[in-house]
C-alpha cells in the first residue's frame, strides 16, 4: 500500500473495519462468525452490500448519498479497502463498513440468513480464458448464498463490460431456483444508483458495452 493508504488504514479502521475470525487464509472467515448487523452499525436500516468493491468509488458514492440506508464492502485486496475508508472519511459516509475476506465465505459465513436488502456485483473479474472459468465468482453455487443472505424479495444487481461473461451470469441466475428476473428483454436497464467509476469510462472509450442484471428473491416458502 501507499503512505497514504497504511495511514488510513491505521486511522480508520477501527471505525470502518469489520475484524472477523480467520480460518486457513487471511482472507477466509470462520464458520460461526456470524455479525448481528443491527449490533455492528447501531441502528435497524436496509442494508447493501457489494461484492468486490475494489476502491469502493460505488459504494461510497451510494453510502454518502442514502445516509438512512446502511452499507457493506466485501473485497480481498487491502489497498482497496484503505482507499475506500479514506474517501468515506473524507465524504461523512459513517454507514459505511467493509471486510476483507473472500466473497462467498462472508456470504456463508458472516452474514445473517434474509439479513441484506440488495447485494451488487459490478465487474466482476471475468476470467475470460476457458481454462480459467472455474474461478468466475456467479455460479450456481454462489446463487445458492446469494439466496440464503437475501430478504424475501431482495435484490441482486449485476453489471459487467464482458458479454460472454454476461450471457454465463445470466444462464446462472435464470436457472437458480430461488431467483426470478426483474426486467424485460435481454438486458437490464442501468442501475440508476451504480455510480460511474473510471473503470466503466474507460471500457466505454475502448467500446465495451456495459450489461446489466437484476434479480429479486423469490420468497420463501
Do not use: C
Not at 480460518?23 to 441502528?43: E, K, L
Not at 489497498?79 to 475476506?101: F, K, P, S
Not at 462472508?106 to 475470460?128: C, I, K, M, R, T
Not at 437475501?150 to 435464470?174: I, N, P, Q, S, V
Amino acid at each position: 500500500m501507499t503512505d497514504g493508504q497504511e495511514r488510513a488504514w491505521a486511522d480508520l479502521a477501527g471505525h470502518y473495519l469489520l475484524e472477523a475470525p480467520r480460518d486457513a487464509a487471511a482472507t477466509s472467515i470462520r464458520p460461526g462468525s456470524t455479525i448481528d448487523p443491527h449490533g455492528v452499525y447501531g441502528r435497524e436500516a436496509a442494508l447493501i452490500a457489494e461484492i468486490g468493491s475494489g476502491q469502493g468509488h460505488a459504494i461510497v458514492h451510494a453510502a454518502s448519498t442514502r445516509p438512512d440506508d446502511d452499507f457493506l464492502a466485501i473485497e480481498v485486496f487491502r489497498a482497496g479497502l484503505a482507499r475506500t475508508m479514506l474517501d468515506a472519511d473524507r465524504a461523512g459516509a459513517r454507514n459505511l463498513r467493509l471486510i476483507e475476506a473472500n466473497a462467498p465465505e462472508a456470504l456463508q459465513h458472516l452474514l445473517p440468513e434474509a439479513s441484506l436488502d440488495e447485494l451488487w456485483v459490478f465487474f466482476p473479474d471475468p476470467w475470460h480464458k476457458t481454462k480459467h472459468y472455474k474461478r468466475r465468482l456467479v455460479t450456481a453455487e454462489f446463487a445458492a448464498l446469494a439466496a440464503t443472505t437475501l430478504k424475501d424479495g431482495g435484490m441482486m444487481r449485476l453489471a459487467t463490460d464482458w458479454e460472454e461473461y454476461a450471457r454465463w451470469m445470466r444462464e446462472a441466475l435464470d436457472a437458480a431456483p430461488d431467483f426470478e428476473r426483474a426486467f424485460d428483454g435481454d438486458w437490464a436497464d442501468r442501475f440508476d444508483g451504480r455510480f460511474v467509476t473510471a473503470f466503466e469510462r474507460k471500457g466505454a472509450r475502448v467500446g465495451r458495452e456495459i450489461r446489466d442484471l437484476t434479480y429479486r428473491r423469490r420468497n420463501r416458502s
